[in-house]
């Protein structure tokens, strides 16, 4: 079985633009997550998705948004970005949504290294 | 704020057991704990996880703690494709909250 995709794998942009990343969980897969990774914060949270419904957000401006489509397909998209959203977007999928008590399993893609100059 | 503390770094020496220990004394009864690794700049890896009983698959074993308080993740031969950044995660409602992990050397 197919692991968890991400495209692209690299991207640069400038300050102010806007860009979307993509993911394509394991197949079966109804919930995707989203992370940001930086050297300074580490891993951190963004949101998570399950049936096209976002289900958990954590603490990012609205500058960051994502939605799901009908085959668990997922998008994140960053707008007017800023030299700090230069990081590697993490995007994880799971059987089922991630509630406190879940047993599944969240299974990682390769990330999107973002470079923004 | 992450529900778990590890040591920043270890080092264990190829060919021996790899001992990671996490402190997680505010977990709750039904909150199960979770390792995943991640080698330089790719995507976690998911390794195992575990409620209250011990814990073996393929690439490691989980020791919890009889109050679940702390557990371990041993790595019974560790090798120089162990060197990775460990990371033991309970959940929360907001999701998956990393800590700094434990930075693992493995030495030849």
């Known amino acids: 079985k197919a692991g968890v995709t991400q495209t692209p794998r690299y991207l640069i942009k400038t300050r102010g633009q806007q860009v979307t990343l993509s993911c394509s969980p394991i197949?079966?897969?109804?919930?995707v997550s989203w992370y940001q990774q930086t050297p300074g914060q580490g891993l951190q949270f963004l949101f998570e998705?399950?049936?096209?419904?976002?289900?958990n957000k954590g603490n990012f401006p609205g500058r960051f948004s994502g939605r799901q489509f009908s085959n668990s397909r997922s998008e994140m998209n960053v707008s007017t970005l800023e030299l700090g959203d230069s990081a590697l977007y993490l995007c994880?999928?799971?059987?089922?949504?991630?509630?406190?008590?879940?047993?599944?399993?969240?299974?990682f893609g390769p990330g999107t290294r973002l470079t923004v100059l | 704020d992450a529900k778990t503390t590890q040591p920043p770094s270890m080092d264990c020496a190829e060919g021996r057991a790899a001992n990671l220990p996490c402190n997680h004394s505010?977990?709750?009864?039904?909150?199960?704990v979770y390792w995943y690794r991640q080698i330089h700049s790719q995507g976690p890896q998911y390794i195992i996880h575990?409620?209250?009983n011990n814990e073996t698959n393929e690439m490691a074993s989980l020791i919890i703690t009889e109050d679940r308080k702390s557990s371990t993740l041993i790595l019974p031969h560790a090798t120089l494709r162990d060197t990775a950044v460990y990371y033991c995660?309970?959940?929360?409602?907001?999701?998956?909250?990393f800590g700094k992990g434990t930075r693992l050397h493995i030495l030849p």
């Open positions: 505010t977990i709750s009864g039904n909150e199960y």
């Open positions: 197949s079966g897969h109804r919930s």
């Open positions: 994880a999928s799971s059987l089922g949504w991630l509630s406190a008590t879940s047993t599944d399993t969240q299974y």
């Open positions: 998705y399950f049936s096209e419904t976002q289900r």
């Open positions: 575990g409620l209250k």
């Open positions: 995660i309970v959940r929360s409602p907001q999701g998956i909250i």
